[in-house]
């Protein structure tokens, strides 16, 4: 079992950006692959990347577009999620989860949460 918390949320201006960070409060972070998911106000939650256990394999949504990179400190057990040319569709709570099941996208496969971090891009 793992706890995760996330950091970094904030208000930003569009074409802006932000570094989101993801760290383990308990348990061991290094065995599990790491996504990030964002929900919108009134829509689902989404996939947006996911990393490796080692950090190497990554992969991302389509809408992403080359404007975030998520990569993964082993030896920190931090993985961070830089997001830049920030637009207000990116406006989301964003989430970071741990799953066994390494390099997926699907919500389901993703065993432990954490609490979010509110990113708000202003037009």
């Known amino acids: 079992q793992v706890q995760l918390v996330e950091s970094g949320g904030g208000v930003v201006q569009a074409g802006g950006s932000l570094r989101l960070s993801c760290a383990a409060s308990r348990g061991t972070f290094s065995n599990y692959a790491i996504g990030w998911f964002r929900r919108a106000p009134g829509r689902e939650r989404e996939f947006v990347a996911s990393v490796s256990r080692s950090g190497v394999a990554t992969r991302y949504a389509e809408f992403v577009q080359g404007r975030f990179t998520i990569s993964r400190d082993v030896a920190k057990n931090t993985v961070y999620l830089q997001m830049n040319t920030l637009t207000p569709e990116d406006t989301a709570v964003y989430y970071c989860?741990?799953?066994?099941?390494?390099?997926?996208?699907?919500?389901?496969?993703?065993?432990?949460w954490g609490q979010g971090t509110q990113v708000t891009v202003s037009s």
């Open positions: 989860a741990a799953s066994s099941i390494p390099w997926v996208s699907s919500v389901s496969a993703y065993d432990y």
